[in-house]
Nanobody, 124 residues
């Protein structure tokens, strides 16, 4: 079992940056691939980025490629999402998730554990 707690969300102007963090409980963090998803009002939750257990492989949604960077620090049981050049359309609740898999997991079905989410609001 793993518990996930996101932080780092907030209000930022368009063009600004935020770094989200997701702290995981437990001593087996490096057994889990991790991912970030987001859900905007009135829309379905969508995949943002994923990272494998070691951090050696990553994957991004086309909409954030080159703009967001996912990384992890297994010594700190934490996964990050660096978000640059933010746009109003990036406004959403951002969730981190842990997959019971070491390899990359893209779709939400592969994730068994979810955080409570952190709000990111980008003003124009």
């Amino acid at each position: 079992q793993v518990q996930l707690v996101e932080s780092g969300g907030g209000l930022v102007q368009a063009g600004g940056s935020l770094r989200l963090s997701c702290a995981a409980s437990g001593r087996t963090f490096n057994s889990y691939a991790m991912g970030w998803f987001r859900q905007a009002p009135g829309k379905e939750r969508e995949f943002v980025a994923a990272i494998n257990w070691s951090g050696g492989s990553t994957s991004y949604a086309d909409s954030v490629k080159g703009q967001f960077t996912i990384s992890r620090d297994n010594a700190k049981n934490t996964v990050y999402l660096q978000m640059n050049s933010l746009k109003p359309e990036d406004t959403a609740v951002y969730y981190c998730a842990a997959a019971i898999s070491r390899g990359l997991v893209i779709g939400p079905i592969g994730y068994g554990y979810w955080g409570q989410g952190t709000q990111v609001t980008v003003s124009s």
